[in-house]
Each structure stands twice: as structure tokens, then as C-alpha cells.
């Protein structure tokens, strides 16, 4: 469709998300779905006698002749979307366009084809989410040895490396790919059950031929590759679309927590990471000096909108009464493709990231040498306790030297903590003042078994992943 500047188009429509995406939930995508799914139901029907070869030839012969011109203005007139597409196909098919829709309801063809596109969505956000968790393996694999300030509360901590941070957003990561992959194959169709999900109307169609709506069933699903709902009402489950999105949301919420860290270690204070720059680009329109991370803010601004999806989609499971009503259908073509659009932008702006995320070695050293002193503290505490030291009046110690040292980094002094510890007296007799001197002046010494952990991480996704 050509881009209309006259009139609102959806970011979505152009801007965000991929044409692959774009096209599964296109209106000829769904189209097609639909005349696939009536086909699917026709050659069961033919194989037990109920629909001629004829008919089913004269279907397949224009099966792929969708005309949206002429069902929009049939429509227009029928105000029902599911008879028009039905009659726009029998003006096309003179032979076999009286067996179109036998036995079947308007949402035996609508779920079954949400079930299909729904189908290949998880495919391809499973093909990205995939290649976004080996780009970021590598990132693991590549700075697991690379010590950092370690931070909690926002405030510094005992360090970790910057492999080990990454493994966090990496185990996240293989954990929203395990609930995609749940989430498909728990995916069931409406498949063909009639207007209250009883198979009611094929079994009156069907008579004393010795075949169960369900195994007629079972044969136009085999056909369409999606397997149908046990139970429905006259709507597949709506409890899986809520699924569905909280499983993107995963995603979501992975990647923005990811995307945050980058900018808050982007920031000049920091300034030990970075989202990549290029060469063209530009920051502000009012300071030519700024290297914005906009990859990383897209991220996060998007992933907002997803993590208000699922509410709608909770709602749709919940006020679905008895057999069903129809006030979901209005929403559910919006926050389904929405969902899925979003997710799929989100994903390649991640990868983005991962691949040209940047670390200052320089930078991740200075903020060691600054902050890590004092995470070494609780090695000089654990030492001296069990050197026969009160934990208690050792604590208190250090923690007068750490606040003593604190005012001296405000003031942009170099950090006088490991010094000041090995010139304490009742420290000094507990450890050796060399020992404190080593132990509080070498953080990059106190990160325990973290460079094995995140290279175990980065393996176990690549097998997730592949």
C-alpha cells in the first residue's frame, strides 16, 4: 500500500517493525489465510462425500484470487466481513462457491487463521529473539574477564565483570526464548466446531457416514498445519493470546532492562558504555556535541507500550462470557499485530546494540579505582572477624574510615580508604597492614567464579538458541 501523507498511518505501517513482520499480519495475508482455511475444510468435506471434486477444484483453481476492493464494497453493504469475503470468492468460483463455509462459523475461519498468523509470528520472533541471544553470547564471551564497579541501589558495590552483567540480560533472554517456544506449541486453532464449539452442524451434516465431526476435523487441521482446541466455545481459548503477549512482554522487559543499563553507563558520569555512534548522525538540533543513545531509548519507549498489551488481553479471557461475546473483536486486531510489531522492532534494536555496544577500558578502570576500595571492605571485615576480631567494633571502624574516605572522593581526591585501614591499630593487629593494603587496593581481585558463570551462560544460550 503506498504511503498516504494525507491521512494518520500507524509508525508501525512504515516506521517500526519489519516487512516480514508486516506481511503475516497483512490484510491480504489475512485473505489468503482465510480462503486457505475454507479450501482445508472443503477437501476434508469431499473426501467423506459431502463436497464435489468439482467444487474443491474449481476452489483451488482460485484460491489465491483475493480481490479486497470488491469485499470491502461488499461489506460496505453486509456490514459483515467474513460473508463478504465468502461471496467475493463465489463470484470468482461459479462451480465451487456454493460449498464455501458448510457446517462452519464466521470464527471457525477468523481463529483458525489468528492461530495461523500467530503460528508464524512466534516463528520469527523466535528467529530473532535467537539471533539477538548469540550476538549477546559473544558480548559475554568477550568481556567475561573484564572487572567492574559493581553496583547496587545505584550505589557502588563489590565489583563483578562486565561479562557477568551481560550474562544477566543473557539468562533473561533464554528464559523469554523458552516461553516463545512454550507458547507455540500450546498455540490451538478454533479449528471447525460450528456457531457454539459443539460440532454440532457437521455432525447433522455428516449423518450415518461413520466419520465424528472431530475426525473431520482432524482432517481439514492436518492440512493447515496448526492443531485445533480440544474444547472451545464458538471462540478458540482466549487464555493463549493472553500467553502469547505476556511472553512477548518477557522480551520486552529483557531487552529494556538491557537497553537502560546502556544509558545510564552512556552518561558522562559513567561514560564506560556506549550504544555506538555513526559517523552522520546527530545528537540535537541544538547541540552539536550530543551522542544521544537513541537505539537504547527506542527500546525503552516501545517496550512501555508492550507491557500494556497483556492487560487487554487478560481482559478478552476474562469477560468472554458463557459461549462467547463479541466485544474483544475490535481489539484484538489492533493488540495482536501491535504486540508483535513492537517486539519485532525491539528485537532489532537490541541486536543493534549488542553488536556495536562499546566498552571503555579505560573508563571501567577509573570508576574501579575509585569506588572499588571500599567493596573491598568486606574482606578486610570478614578477615579481621576470623582473625578473632568483635565483628561488631570492627564494622564500626570501617565504616568511619569508609565514610572519612567517601568526603575525600567527593572532593575529587584520590581514594585514601587502603591506607587509611592498614594504619589502623586494632586492623594492624588482626591482619598484616600489607595484606589490607593488597586486599583493598586490587578490587579487580574479589569477583569470585564470575568470568567461568558468564561463559557458561554464553554456552548454555548457543545451545538454546540453535
Known amino acids: 500500500m503506498p504511503m498516504d501523507h494525507e491521512h494518520f498511518q500507524s509508525p508501525l505501517s512504515w516506521r517500526y517493525g519489519s516487512d516480514a513482520m508486516r506481511g503475516i499480519w497483512s490484510e491480504a495475508t489475512k485473505r489468503r489465510q ?20 468439482a467444487a474443491v477444484d474449481d476452489l483451488r483453481r482460485t484460491v489465491g484470487d483475493i480481490d479486497i476492493d470488491r469485499t470491502t ?46 503460528r508464524d509470528a512466534l516463528a520469527l520472533i523466535r528467529s530473532s529473539l535467537s539471533e539477538v541471544i548469540l550476538a549477546l553470547a559473544d558480548r559475554v564471551d568477550e568481556t567475561a574477564d573484564l572487572v ?52 454440532s452442524s457437521f455432525a447433522t451434516l455428516l449423518g450415518d457416514r461413520g466419520v465424528s465431526p472431530s475426525e473431520l476435523e482432524a482432517s481439514a487441521m492436518q492440512r493447515l498445519g496448526v492443531r485445533a482446541a480440544l474444547i472451545t466455545t464458538q471462540v478458540a481459548p482466549r487464555k493463549q493470546e493472553w500467553l502469547v503477549l505476556n511472553a512477548l512482554a518477557g522480551i520486552a522487559a529483557s531487552a529494556s532492562r538491557f537497553a537502560f543499563n546502556i544509558r545510564l553507563l552512556q552518561s558522562p558520569p559513567f561514560g564506560e558504555w556506549s550504544e555506538g555512534f555513526d559517523p552522520e548522525q546527530i545528537g540535537s538540533s541544538a547541540m552539536p556535541w550530543k551522542r544521544n543513545p537513541i537505539d537504547a531509548e527506542n527500546v525503552n519507549s516501545l517496550a512501555r507500550l508492550v507491557a500494556a498489551l497483556p492487560a487487554v488481553a487478560w481482559q478478552n479471557e476474562a469477560l468472554s462470557l458463557l459461549e462467547r461475546t463479541l466485544d474483544d473483536s475490535a481489539n484484538r486486531r489492533i493488540i495482536l499485530p501491535e504486540a508483535f510489531l513492537l517486539v ?25 579505582e575509585r569506588f572499588g576500595p571500599f567493596a573491598a571492605t568486606e574482606l578486610v571485615l570478614l578477615m579481621a572477624s576470623a582473625a578473632g576480631g568483635d565483628r561488631q ?74
Open 344 to 368: 519485532d522492532e525491539i528485537l532489532r534494536r537490541t541486536l543493534r546494540l549488542c553488536r556495536r555496544l562499546t566498552v571503555e577500558p579505560a573508563a571501567v578502570r577509573a570508576t574501579l
Open 34 to 53: 482465510m480462503r486457505r482455511a475454507w479450501l482445508a475444510l472443503a477437501e476434508a468435506q469431499a473426501e467423506v462425500g459431502l463436497v464435489s471434486q
Open 73 to 118: 464494497e461488499i461489506e460496505s453493504r453486509t456490514r459483515h466481513d467474513v460473508m463478504a469475503e465468502i461471496l467475493t470468492w463465489a463470484e470468482q468460483a461459479q462451480v465451487g462457491g456454493g460449498s464455501i463455509h458448510l457446517g462452519a462459523t464466521s470464527e471457525d475461519i477468523n481463529d483458525t487463521v489468528y492461530a495461523l498468523r500467530l
Open 148 to 199: 567492574t564497579q559493581g553496583w547496587t541501589h545505584i550505589q557502588p558495590a563489590a565489583p563483578t565483570t562486565v561479562g557477568y552483567r551481560l550474562a544477566s540480560t543473557l539468562q533473561d533472554l533464554v528464559t523469554d526464548l523458552g516461553q516463545i517456544g512454550d507458547a507455540a506449541e500450546n498455540l490451538r486453532a478454533k479449528g471447525f466446531k460450528g456457531a457454539t464449539g459443539t460440532g
Open 393 to 466: 567494633s570492627i564494622h564500626e571502624r570501617i565504616r568511619r574510615h569508609s565514610i572519612d574516605a567517601w568526603s575525600a572522593v567527593e572532593r575529587g581526591e584520590d581514594n585514601p580508604l587502603a591506607k587509611a585501614l592498614a594504619a589502623d591499630e586494632v586492623l594492624a593487629a588482626l591482619i598484616p597492614p600489607e595484606r589490607i593494603l593488597d586486599l583493598v587496593s586490587r578490587p579487580t581481585s574479589h569477583v569470585g567464579d564470575a568470568p567461568d558463570r558468564a561463559r557458561s551462560m554464553a554456552a548454555l544460550a548457543r545451545e538454546a538458541a540453535g
